[in-house]
């Protein structure tokens, strides 16, 4: 098997994986009652956390055999992955409006990537270190605070995101210059780069599962594989030197796939905005969920009629019942 036909292989498996890891990280936000950032008492909670090392480990390695131009937009299949395996396993439709948003934020992503002109290896200097790792906690503090402060829960689970995105498209970062600079000889030298790198993927992580809670599949997955990549691919065109291919036209052409695909994550923030929260979702209705498990927290309105049995537990911005 040839170099490149093997790190195109181990770019889909990749996919997969995380495909398989943010489906199951679906289900634990949608049945469990606990924590919304670490249900670490869920065992499948768990299988999540090792398909997500898993599509981390087989995405290195892919990058060790191919070009960054090629299994970066190949990583952008996670969400066109994802959906029909969540309709085959575990019963989650996709309408034809979050399809319409996947597919174009996949297609979107993918040119902009394909456009994007790799440089000559080059590390991170220790002052540019530290300002991004100060300049990525405050984009990412702030973009927390804002999803607590939003009142739907859709718009609030793709800040939320949004910000796993942004940690994990860092991370990745710091991988790339963690790995130019690491020597068998001194293991321990870039111990504060492997450090900066556990914490913002372990922060990504735990913001992409709180990602989940009320919003289905579709948008906050999208929104974390589209901002990723254009996060660390941000980084590499003003620190690492990387450009566009094709001069201006490539600039332009970039643009035009950067508006593609934030339509791609507008369509399917509307489809879970406009959808209501107790409707099932149908064979080609708009929408990628079922209805709200027992115990999932849902904006909801006023309940019409008497309900003499219904207990209702309130929460802040969500309400569970049983009747």
């Given at each position: 098997?040839s170099p490149l036909?093997?790190?195109?292989?181990?770019?889909?498996?990749?996919?997969?994986?995380?495909?398989?890891?943010?489906?199951?990280?679906?289900?634990?936000?949608?049945?469990?009652?606990?924590?919304?950032?670490?249900?670490?008492?869920?065992?499948?909670?768990?299988?999540?956390?090792?398909?997500?090392?898993?599509?981390?480990?087989?995405?290195?390695?892919?990058?060790?055999?191919?070009?960054?131009?090629?299994?970066?937009?190949?990583?952008?299949?996670?969400?066109?992955?994802?959906?029909?395996?969540?309709?085959?396993?575990?019963?989650?439709?996709?309408?034809?409006?979050?399809?319409?948003?996947?597919?174009?934020?996949?297609?979107?992503?993918?040119?902009?990537?394909?456009?994007?002109?790799?440089?000559?290896?080059?590390?991170?200097?220790?002052?540019?270190?530290?300002?991004?790792?100060?300049?990525?906690?405050?984009?990412?503090?702030?973009?927390?605070?804002?999803?607590?402060?939003?009142?739907?829960?859709?718009?609030?689970?793709?800040?939320?995101?949004?910000?796993?995105?942004?940690?994990?498209?860092?991370?990745?970062?710091?991988?790339?210059?963690?790995?130019?600079?690491?020597?068998?000889?001194?293991?321990?030298?870039?111990?504060?780069?492997?450090?900066?790198?556990?914490?913002?993927?372990?922060?990504?992580?735990?913001?992409?599962?709180?990602?989940?809670?009320?919003?289905?599949?579709?948008?906050?997955?999208?929104?974390?594989?589209?901002?990723?990549?254009?996060?660390?691919?941000?980084?590499?065109?003003?620190?690492?030197?990387?450009?566009?291919?094709?001069?201006?036209?490539?600039?332009v052409a970039a643009?035009?796939?950067?508006?593609?695909?934030?339509?791609?994550?507008?369509?399917?923030?509307?489809?879970?905005?406009?959808?209501?929260?107790?409707?099932?979702?149908?064979?080609?209705?708009?929408?990628?969920?079922?209805?709200?498990?027992?115990?999932?927290?849902?904006?909801?309105?006023?309940?019409?009629?008497?309900?003499?049995?219904l207990e209702v537990?309130?929460?802040?911005?969500?309400?569970?019942?049983?009747?």
């Amino acid at each position: 098997m040839s170099p490149l036909l093997l790190s195109v292989l181990l770019a889909l498996v990749s996919a997969v994986a995380y495909a398989a890891a943010a489906i199951v990280q679906e289900r634990v936000a949608a049945s469990a009652a606990g924590p919304r950032y670490a249900p670490l008492r869920t065992p499948v909670w768990w299988v999540s956390v090792l398909l997500n090392g898993l599509g981390a480990a087989l995405h290195v390695a892919a990058l060790a055999y191919g070009p960054l131009s090629l299994v970066q937009p190949l990583g952008a299949l996670t969400i066109v992955f994802a959906l029909p395996m969540a309709a085959l396993f575990v019963g989650r439709r996709a309408g034809q409006r979050a399809w319409r948003g996947a597919l174009m934020a996949t297609v979107g992503l993918a040119g902009l990537l394909s456009l994007t002109d790799g440089a000559e290896p080059r590390s991170l200097a220790d002052g540019d270190r530290w300002l991004l790792t100060v300049c990525v906690f405050g984009v990412v503090t702030v973009l927390f605070t804002a999803a607590h402060l939003v009142g739907r829960s859709a718009l609030r689970s793709v800040v939320l995101a949004a910000a796993a995105g942004v940690s994990f498209g860092i991370a990745s970062v710091f991988t790339k210059s963690v790995a130019e600079e690491w020597t068998p000889e001194a293991p321990l030298a870039e111990w504060t780069g492997l450090l900066v790198l556990s914490a913002l993927a372990v922060t990504g992580l735990l913001l992409s599962q709180a990602s989940y809670r009320g919003a289905g599949l579709a948008a906050p997955l999208a929104t974390v594989t589209v901002v990723n990549p254009v996060v660390a691919a941000a980084v590499g065109l003003t620190l690492f030197g990387e450009s566009f291919r094709y001069g201006a036209a490539g600039t332009v052409a970039a643009l035009i796939c950067g508006a593609v695909a934030a339509g791609g994550l507008i369509q399917l923030t509307l489809d879970r905005m406009t959808v209501p929260a107790g409707a099932p979702s149908a064979s080609g209705s708009e929408g990628d969920a079922a209805g709200p498990e027992v115990r999932q927290g849902v904006d909801v309105g006023a309940v019409p009629g008497s309900r003499p049995n219904l207990e209702v537990e309130v929460r802040s911005r969500a309400v569970a019942g049983r009747s």
